[in-house]
């Protein structure tokens, strides 16, 4: 098993969804403390292709080291073939239900479920999908500052 494979036993991995990266990065320190929890408590943080996407496209010049350096701590979790099916599958099956979801989130969901991860978000709405384990990250706490 890989270091990143989350089916070692008592290890999971979290996929931190885009919502968390910021929370992180502005210091908010419910989302930062639980980070921290999870890493003593020897889980593995993650990232994807398109968390990383997102992030770089919303940073502001003077965050960019912050973003790296938070990016570099991370595992990644590479969006594979299987991975980019489920995305279809997930976003075909909830059309049917009357659900939109966008390509990004059904990318994220179907990653997660490829590796075996858990998504961590703020916003449970963009990943209603039944086969993916999804935790919200703590609420704000209204403290916190720039992501520098």
Same mark, same amino acid.
Request: aromatic share 4%; proline share 4%; no cysteine.
């Given at each position: 098993?890989?270091?990143?494979?989350?089916?070692?036993?008592?290890?999971?991995?979290?996929?931190?969804?885009?919502?968390?990266?910021?929370?992180?990065?502005?210091?908010?320190?419910?989302?930062?403390?639980?980070?921290?929890?999870?890493?003593?408590?020897?889980?593995?943080?993650?990232?994807?292709?398109?968390?990383?996407?997102?992030?770089?496209?919303?940073?502001?010049?003077?965050?960019?080291?912050?973003?790296?350096?938070?990016?570099?701590?991370?595992?990644?979790?590479?969006?594979? #073939?299987?991975?980019?099916?489920?995305?279809?599958?997930?976003?075909?099956?909830?059309?049917?239900?009357?659900v939109t979801i966008h390509t990004?989130?059904?990318? #994220?969901?179907?990653?997660a479920r490829a590796h075996g991860?858990?998504?961590?978000?703020?916003?449970?709405?963009d990943f209603p999908m039944r086969?993916?384990?999804?935790? #919200?990250?703590?609420?704000?706490?209204?403290?916190?500052?720039?992501?520098?």
């Open positions: 098993m890989g270091a990143g494979d989350s089916r070692r036993i008592g290890v999971t991995t979290y996929l931190l969804d885009t919502t968390v990266l910021v929370a992180h990065l502005r210091g908010e320190t419910a989302v930062t403390d639980r980070l921290l929890d999870l890493v003593r408590e020897g889980h593995a943080l993650a990232t994807s292709a398109v968390n990383v996407a997102e992030i770089h496209r919303g940073a502001l010049p003077r965050e960019r080291r912050a973003v790296t350096a938070l990016l570099d701590r991370l595992g990644f979790l590479p969006t594979t #073939i299987e991975a980019a099916w489920r995305a279809g599958v997930y976003q075909r099956e909830l059309a049917v239900r009357g990004p989130d059904a990318l #994220i969901a179907g990653t991860a858990v998504v961590m978000t703020d916003n449970r709405k086969d993916v384990r999804v935790e #919200i990250q703590p609420p704000s706490t209204g403290r916190g500052g720039s992501a520098t």
